[in-house]
Each structure stands twice: as C-alpha cells, then as structure tokens.
C-alpha cells in the first residue's frame, strides 16, 4: 500500500483535465438534452497574492460546478478580473511605476495560484475589466443608455481632496479627511455624469420579491437602501409673506405626518436655494463653511454632531394659525433627498431630538406607548420611534400611527396645501471619477455642439500610457495631447472627457459578457438568453447593497436598450462566511504575520513569540484575514504541506458556508488525515476478487454508502456543505471498521466508488486517484453523480417524539415497521417518560407512527 502523496498527484490530475480540455464551456447545440446551470462567483481584484479567503470563496463555486455537471447540467464557471480602481494608481504613485503593468503583473500571478487550485474554471472566457475589448464594449452601451436618456450630468456637490485635486468615495473619507493625503476634505459642486437608477426604483423594490433564492437580509438590505416611503409633500406658510421664490411656501417632505402636532422646528439644507435669500452675515459665512467641511456618509450624518443656524424666519403650522416654527439650517439635512426642508419633530426622531437638545427647542411627546400614562410620559435622551396611540395632537387624538398619517394626509390635502407623494432613499448613480485607471467616458466636449457622443467606429476610446503620476491629480486632465481631438460634428477643436466611470459600473455587467466574451457586440443576446440568469452566484456580504444593486440597475437598463431579455441578473445568491485568524502584534503595535510566529501553550496560557527576533507578541482578537493586520495565511504554504484537496476540505468542511471559518493549523491537518484516509481505503483495495463471508455485513457496507450518496446529494442541494461533508466522514470511518473478507470485494467497490464520486466535487484531485486506482475507464469528473437506491438509503430505526398532554418529554429510537403496541410499551419503559406519568391517569394514548406519540392524561 502507498502513502498518498498530493505534490505528485495533484499537478499530474490538472495536467490530464488540461489535456482532454474537460471544463471548456459546451454551446448549447453540443449540450443539447441537457439543462444550462450558470455558477459565478464574484471576480476578484488583482491585487498580486490569493489569500485563503479566496480559497473558501472560490472551492464553495468550483464545488456546485462541478457538483451541477455531475448531475448532468451544461455549466458555465468563467473567470475574470475587477482590475480597474485607485490601488493601482497608487502603487503607480508610490512605486513610480505604470498601472497597468503592475495590474497585468498581478493577474499572471493570481492566475496561476487559482489554477493550481483545480478549479473546474473554463479560462478561454477570461478577462480583465482594464482589457481594451472590454471596456471599449462597456462604452458602447454607455452610449445607447445615453440615447435612451439613462445618462445625464448635473452639478453635484462631492468630497474633494484639495492636495490630491480629487473626488473622493465617501469610504475614501477617514474623520473628514483624505485616506491618502489626510488633508480636510471639502465639499465643492462639480459637474458629474450620473446613471439615472432612481427611473427604476419601483422595478428594484418589486423585483426583491421574486428573488425567493436570495437571502431574505440581503433583500431586506436592499430594500433599505432604495428606502421606498410614502408620507407628505406640503408646504409651509411663511409668517411674514414673501414676494420671491418661495411666496407659496417652503416646501417639505415627510414620512411621519402623524408626528405634525410634535412639530419643534424646521430645517433646510446647507444648500437650499432659500439660503441664498438670506443675508450674507460673516455668521451664516463661517456656518456654512464649517458645514461644507463636514461628512457626506449617512453614518457620519446620523453620529456626528448636529449644528445649526437660526434663519431668523418662521412659518406657520399648518394644524395652528397660533402657532410658528423657527426656520433653520442643520447639517444633517440633505438637498437631495425630499425638498431639501423638513420639520423636525425631536420627541420621536433621535437625529431632531440631538439638535433640539443642543439648541433648547421644544420637545413635544405626540405618540404615546402602549400602556403608558399621558399625564407623565416624557421623552429624555432617547427620542421614542416605536409604535403607540397618537396624543397631543388635536383631531388626531386617539388614532393608531398608520390611521393617523392617512388621516393628516386628508386635512392637509383639503387645506390645499400639499398631497401624499412617494420619495426613495435611493438617489441617481453618480459614476464620474477624476482619476486614470478607469474606463474612459467616451463623450466630446464642443463649445458649439456641446455634448457630443464618441461614434462607433472611434470606439475603444482607449487610455494614454505615457502619463506620469509625479503631480496630484487626474494625468488626463494635463496629458499634452490625448484629450484634444476634433469635434464629431462640426470637426471644431473639442475636448474628450477626462472623468474615467466608477469601477462599480465595470462590474456591474461582467456576467453578460460571460456568456460570449469574444461577441462583436457588447452582449450576444443568443448566448445571453441561453445562459442567463446566472443560475448561482457566490460572493462577500459586503456586497451586499451597491454591486448587487448596481448589476440589477444595469440589467434593466440593457433590458431597455434591447441587449438583454431578463431583469434580474442572478437567481440564486449566496454569501459566505469569511475567513478569520488571530492577530499578533509587537509592544510597539506592529503587526506580525502567522508565518512569523510560534505558539506554545502552559495550562490555559497562550504565549507567541515572534520567531524572527523572539520577541513575545500580543495575542489579538480574531479577525477577517486582511493584509493591513498581516493575519493572512498563505494558501502556498498550506498547498506545499498539506496538499490543494486539504486546504478546500477544511474550508468546506469547518463550518456552515454562510458563517465566518477560524483559520487553525490543527483544522488543516484534521482534512490531510481524512484524504489519506481514503487513500488508504481505495489503495488497499485488493485485486482479486473476494466472496462475501457475511452477507449483513456486506449489506451494511452498501447501506452506509447509499446513505451518505443521498445525505451528500441533500447537503450540496441545500448549501450544507459542512454537513454533508462530516457525513463523508462518518462513511468513511465504516469503511475502515470493516473487512474486506467479510464484505467481499463487490461491495467494497461499490461503497468505494460511491465514496470517489461523494469526494470529487470537495477532493477533485484525490477524486481522480481513487477513480483510477478503482479501475475506472476516464475521468472521473465526466462520470455522472452517483445514485442512491431510496431502499437502502432509509434508516432502520427513526427518532419518535413523545408528549404527556401536548408538551414534548423525551424521545424514542422506534424500528421501521414497529406496531402501536410496540411502540406504546417502549414509551412506557422510557425513564424519561415515566418519570412524567407517576401518578397520573393515563387517559388516552395517541400514536402516529414515524410523527408523534401524546399520552393524555388526567
């Protein structure tokens, strides 16, 4: 018998699925009689090393791909790259070297670490997103959205970065300064180009319903987002009438117009046109700088502190002709979302509540908890948001929340000052970008003809490579020669545009292209029908919210155009769980890598030592593996020890998909032993043929592989992959209880065959080795799923709860076809049960084999 070795089998198992080309994608007229299964899981970013995060992300896809073939679906499992972005851009600055060599660089070396993997990956499909024949595609239907009037720009107000001369995402904003530069951020209005997302809110909202195979958080997390609401859009009668703009009114919005009667103040945005009405006082100048230098993220709105500056002005409550309200600006009121104004009502808004607080503004309770007193309930730090009995509040006195809001929506419609409207959370995409590493936007800039769309035929409007990033700022902006071109339509002197899109837009239609890379136009639509949805993609919940949305934005957006029939991109979504290691650090706070550290343990102490230096280290929390905490684990090393099957088996194996895996030496070593105990079983495997000694126990055999062939199947259908994988365990701890003169050679192969095709999704490699040691003709990832007969498959015993008057008091272990009288005297023997029948009457007995057993007694 030989010991496993994965150095050797493993390259030589790659190598033949190379050879036979087994994962190239077959058309659908090569697949024809077989069911398409698209598996996707998100693309990663080039960033130079895989890391074993990406080695549980990527064996879950490669484990339902080639689970799906097995079970005789047509499988598309392609590969790309996210490889545009600000990383590059700033290796480029820091390193003095060019984007895209340092990006092609990284890809050539991540490629290899993936493939070494086995992943069942049919590469012919692969690209980059910085690949000219990509984003030369993508500007073409940047172009047809902008015919369909789903592109626009407009002055917006944006993070600028005045040492780097750039916008800034608001994750680039760290305590209101620039991640790269730390100089205070500023707001400043700039004209950006914006994908019009909000024209398909309601589409985005009602489509959450029909994704039934998506967790229900993430629906959940998308529907916030979009944050569909229905309350009040009025208007505000001014104390003193106004002959200008706002002669009608001020215009507010709000979702709670229940809470009107709370009414302690109103506030409008820092930007509001009526702002520009008041006077320009050296006060309201330095209020309004402070507030442009403030955060433009919702958490740093909703936790940062609240300022305002008293306007002066008032209005009249609507509800009251006794009684005003004093006008405000507040930072935390936002001119893109509603009318920019809106009233506050302290008692039941924690963010109104702040600034009343900090400002001495009345604080009116208008909803009152069930089962509180109105005469004492008051609110004091915490403003109360739950549900309850309106009070305070005049004619809507004693109204439930929802009755009421309908209710004020009636009075204030019939007062002629306003409707009930519907507003979205969700604003328009803006995609525009100041910096180089990104796909182009291909429009011309003509003083006579304005906006003028790139035309096909100049299509890719492709980067300049000779630019330097010695000066802050975007290199296209000051390229000597690249943005200045002639003007399409009048042939005058014009300039392209030097805004690259968000990154976000780069991946947010990758899918499509999948399904025909090399197609002439964007999306070949014969392919995309056939393939899409994507049947299940897998990726990080972090993505929860914008990648998701974007590509669900996008879909319909091509729908429109005509690229694509579907509106929904992915069918089946799953998200994993990450994967996490303890962190170490110096005493001067630096952190060290696992590789650099020994652990030794005395009782329950723990002690690291840094094996460089020998310095002791501080153990840490156990965190996402990330290379900023240097508490990543190097998927080579783990390979070159352990083997590639090991490293995906304990990946798979350690816990539920969806929940977060703590990296740990003895788990990997845990999965090298079960794959050389397979090995063991198969290689021991005799030649000649063996007669049964003990038909019961070459029955048993056979049944223990059945069951494990339809627990697995269940477990790889359902996501369970840690438990289908402990039941691989189970069997495989049968096989090595059992002998092989007694079961006979007959039925070991078949239990062992069994095994080989239960592991190869999981093992692939290992798989291969076990397929041929077993004397199998090819590959063993052509073979088809293995079966289960539903009679050996079912279990001779089943577990039968018991109740005494309806309450569960233990549980029996019954035989299959046991009577109700048996069943009934192994209850009655049961010390659990008895123990609830002492002295009482048995009255009935209710027995429901294979479901419940109920004695009811008096």
């Known amino acids: 018998m030989s010991r496993y070795n994965p150095k050797e089998s493993e390259p030589r198992q790659r190598q033949r699925w190379d050879d036979e080309g087994v994962f190239l994608t077959r058309t659908p007229e090569d697949a024809k009689g077989k069911d398409k299964y698209y598996v996707l899981e998100m693309f990663p970013y080039p960033s130079g090393r895989i890391h074993m995060g990406h080695v549980r992300n990527y064996a879950m896809g490669d484990l339902v791909a080639r689970y799906k073939r097995a079970r005789g679906f047509n499988v598309l499992h392609p590969m790309g790259w996210d490889a545009f972005g600000m990383p590059a851009e700033n290796a480029a600055m820091e390193r003095g070297i060019h984007p895209k060599g340092w990006t092609y660089d990284n890809i050539a070396a991540m490629r290899a670490q993936l493939q070494r993997l086995g992943l069942s990956i049919d590469w012919t499909r692969e690209f980059a997103t910085c690949d000219a024949a990509y984003y030369g595609k993508q500007q073409k239907w940047f172009l047809d959205l902008l015919k369909h009037e789903l592109v626009y720009r407009k002055e917006s107000v944006v993070n600028w970065d005045p040492v780097d001369n750039t916008v800034l995402a608001n994750e680039q904003v760290i305590d209101g300064k620039g ?22 809110a309601d589409d985005l909202t009602e489509g959450l319903e029909t994704l039934d195979r998506w967790p229900d958080k993430v629906r959940l997390m998308q529907a916030n987002w979009i944050g569909r609401s229905k309350g009040l859009r009025f208007k505000f009668q001014f104390a003193e009438p106004r002959t200008d703009l706002f002669e009608t009114g001020l215009e507010v919005y709000t979702t709670r117009p229940d809470t009107l009667y709370g009414a302690g103040f109103v506030a409008v945005a820092a930007d509001h046109p009526l702002v520009k009405t008041l006077p320009q006082t050296p006060e309201l100048t330095a209020f309004l700088e402070t507030v442009k230098r403030g955060g433009t993220t919702q958490e740093e709105i909703d936790t940062g502190e609240k300022l305002g500056f008293n306007t002066g002005l008032k209005v009249v409550h609507p509800f009251d002709a006794h009684k005003t309200l004093d006008i405000w600006i507040a930072n935390f009121v936002l001119m893109d979302y509603g009318t920019g104004a809106i009233f506050g009502c302290p008692a039941h808004d924690q963010r109104d509540l702040d600034f009343a607080r900090k400002y001495d503004l009345p604080v009116i309770e208008v909803v009152l908890p069930h089962g509180e007193n109105p005469d004492v309930f008051k609110v004091g730090t915490e403003a109360y948001t739950g549900p309850g009995t309106i009070f305070n509040s005049g004619f809507l006195d004693g109204l439930d929340i929802e009755t009421a809001k309908e209710t004020a929506i009636a009075a204030i419609e019939a007062k002629h000052l306003g409707r ?12 525009s970008r100041q910096r180089y590493w990104g796909c182009p936007i291909p429009v011309i800039h003509c003083d006579d003809c304005g906006v003028v769309p790139v035309p096909d035929d100049q299509l890719p409007v492709t980067l300049p490579e000779d630019v330097t990033f010695d000066v802050p700022g975007n290199p296209l902006d000051r390229h000597p ?11 005058k002197d014009a300039r392209r545009e030097t ?29 995309a029908d056939y393939w899409l949805p994507v049947d299940q993609y897998i990726g990080g919940i972090e993505h929860a919210i914008l990648h998701l949305l974007y590509s669900r934005f996008i879909t319909r957006a091509l729908n429109t155009c005509g690229y694509l029939d579907v509106k929904e991109p992915f069918a089946g979504l799953f998200t994993q769980g990450m994967l996490t290691h303890e962190t170490y650090k110096t005493a001067s706070g630096d952190w060290v890598e696992p590789a650099d550290v020994e652990l030794t343990a005395e009782g329950n102490k723990r002690t690291a030592i840094k094996l460089s230096t020998g310095e002791t ?52 070593e845990g999965s090298w032993r079960f794959t050389s105990r397979v090995w063991d079983q198969v290689d021991s495997f005799p030649a000649e043929h063996i007669t049964a000694k003990n038909e019961t126990a070459a029955q048993e055999i056979r049944k223990a592989a059945h069951k494990a062939a339809k627990f697995v199947t269940d477990g790889f259908e359902s996501f369970r992959f840690n438990s289908a994988i402990a039941k691989l365990y189970e069997f495989v701890n049968v096989l090595r209880n059992s002998d092989v003169n007694e079961t006979g050679t007959e039925a070991r192969r078949e239990a062992l065959t069994i095994l080989a095709g239960l592991i190869a999704p999981v093992t692939p490699h290992l798989a291969e080795e076990c397929w041929t040691r077993l004397g199998h003709d090819g590959l063993i990832v052509d073979a088809a799923w293995p079966k289960f007969d539903p009679a050996l498959a079912q279990d001779d015993v089943y577990t039968l709860p018991v109740q005494v008057n309806g309450k569960k008091r233990g549980e029996l272990l019954v ?44």
Request: proline share 4%; charged share 30%.
């Open 617 to 668: 280290l501080k153990i840490g929390d156990i965190e996402k593996m990330s290379k900023s905490k240097k508490n990543v684990v190097a998927p080579e090393d783990i390979f070159d020890t352990y083997g590639v099957d090991a490293a995906r088996l304990f990946v798979l194996s350690d816990s539920p998909p969806e929940r977060d895996v703590q990296w740990t030496a003895s788990g990997v």
């Open 481 to 491: 020669t690249w943005k200045h071109v002639k003007c399409p339509h009048c042939q």
């Open 815 to 858: 035989r299959l076809g046991a009577t109700e009288e048996e069943i009934r005297t192994l209850a009655l023997e049961d010390e659990a049960v008895k123990r609830h029948l002492e002295g009482v009457t048995i009255r009935k007995v209710v027995v429901v084999p294979n479901r419940i057993l109920n004695f009811v007694v008096g």
């Open 499 to 527: 805004d690259t899109l968000d990154t976000f837009v780069d991946s947010s239609w990758y899918f499509a292209r999948f399904t025909d890379p090399k197609a002439l136009a964007p999306i070949d639509k014969a392919a």
């Open 179 to 200: 991640w790269r530069s730390g100089a205070v951020v500023e707001k400043k209005k700039l004209t950006q180009w914006f994908l019009k997302i909000t024209q398909y």
């Open 420 to 431: 009930g409207a519907t507003v979205y959370r969700l604003r328009d995409w803006g995609v």
